[in-house]
């Protein structure tokens, strides 16, 4: 396969060796630096954050299933199902357009998610754009002669960043899962690429690991779901960036065999 001089460039962003025949100009292969540490980013925009207040638990709304998706922002925006409520900057609703056909679902916010009120930025956030980019796709909600098979929507299971970046504790999966389910059937995409232990084992209800859920399609509401490594790990983890190139390459055959 011949990849063009942006491909090439965006899989050596992900520390993915390209082979060119001697024809082709190789492109240098610069790997990413394992480091777990999200970078300083800039801070969100006025209309994306919400104002630190305190807040008490209370019960999460019981029609979220019937929700548009105003409608499930502000409840998000509002949520204080968990005790996870009394920390949180701002609560991470999801990116992207809302006619994607494939949906990116990470773990929890962390701390620069939590300032900026936006899943996956930082470095995790930096390496997942060049994952995506490599197989033709953008995080951009808009843009000139942009289809939605090239776009994606990226949520987390969680809403709230968890104190220190713990785990995600049971309950506090619990209480989220039920927006998370609602986002797929308002975005209702062609399929499901579950990034992370703790996205992999809420939305396909399992305790087994990554690595034995890999290489196969499984199902969440009806939709393909294709199980891969998280971006942060893969900081951490450099030498598994080649297995989740295989994961975005058997999504996007996935999606290329799939009905129109």
């Not at 025949?21 to 925009?45: F, G, L, M």
Request: one cysteine or more; glycine letters at 8%.
């Amino acid at each position: 396969m011949v990849w063009d001089e942006r491909q090439a460039a965006m899989l050596a962003e992900m520390g993915i060796r390209v082979w060119q025949s001697p024809a082709a100009v190789a492109s240098p292969v610069i790997d990413a630096k394992a480091e777990a540490a999200d970078s300083p980013v800039a801070a969100a925009s006025p209309a994306s954050v919400v104002p630190r207040v305190a807040v008490a638990r209370g019960a999460r709304p019981g029609d979220v299933e019937s929700m548009d998706w105003p409608t499930l922002r502000a409840t998000v925006a509002g949520c204080t199902a968990c005790g996870l409520c009394r920390g949180r900057t701002n609560t991470v609703f999801g990116v992207g357009h809302t006619q994607a056909h494939w949906m990116v679902v990470g773990e929890a916010p962390g701390e620069q998610e939590d300032r900026q009120g936006e899943p996956f930025v930082g470095k995790a956030g930096q390496l997942l754009d060049h994952m995506l980019q490599a197989v033709g796709l953008t995080r951009q909600a808009e843009g000139e002669g942009l289809q939605p098979a090239q776009q994606v929507y990226i949520a987390n299971v969680l809403k709230c960043r968890p104190p220190m970046n713990r785990n995600p504790q049971p309950e506090e999966v619990a209480q989220c899962e039920p927006y998370l389910a609602r986002q797929v059937a308002l975005l209702q995409p062609r399929l499901i690429l579950a990034m992370g232990r703790f996205a992999v084992q809420s939305l396909l209800q399992t305790g087994e690991p990554i690595g034995r859920l890999r290489g196969r399609i499984h199902q969440y509401q009806g939709v393909p779901a294709i199980v891969t490594y998280h971006p942060a790990y893969l900081l951490r983890n450099p030498a598994d960036k080649a297995k989740a190139w295989d994961d975005l390459c058997l999504a996007r055959e996935v999606m290329r065999n799939a009905s129109p």
